[in-house]
């Protein structure tokens, strides 16, 4: 099993950045594929980005080109940056964590979930 915090959320103007971590504990962290989902009230969870065992990342299309995601296996931690921020990235953003070699973008594959953090993007 696996517990997973997140940190950095908060709130930010159009085109502002901010950078969300995640740090896991309780079980090896290279066992496992990372992710980022996102969900707004009334949504389904949603993909973001996420990074396999082997570091092979993918992203939505949503946030191509201005969200990145990196993992430190020596420190159990996954960090999304997210640049040129919209409101519609308004959303309480998830860590997530499959015990898999490879990413999954659907949020029923998850194994285990952060809390999750408030992300605020005002225009």
């Known amino acids: 099993q696996v517990q997973l915090v997140e940190s950095g959320g908060g709130s930010v103007q159009a085109g502002g950045s901010l950078t969300l971590s995640c740090v896991a504990s309780?079980?090896?962290?290279?066992?496992?594929?990372m992710g980022w989902f996102r969900q707004t009230p009334g949504k389904e969870r949603e993909f973001v980005a996420g990074?396999?065992?082997?570091?092979?990342?993918h992203y939505a299309d949503s946030v191509k080109g201005r969200f990145t995601t990196s993992r430190d296996n020596a420190e159990n931690t996954v960090h999304l940056q997210m640049n040129s921020l919209k409101p519609e990235d308004t959303a309480v953003y998830y860590c997530?964590?499959?015990?898999?070699?490879?990413?999954?973008?659907?949020?029923?594959?998850?194994?285990?979930w952060g809390k999750g953090t408030l992300v605020t993007v005002s225009s």
């Open positions: 997530a964590a499959r015990k898999a070699t490879i990413v999954t973008t659907n949020h029923r594959d998850i194994d285990y």
């Open positions: 309780g079980d090896t962290f290279r066992s496992y594929a």
């Open positions: 990074i396999s065992r082997g570091g092979n990342i």
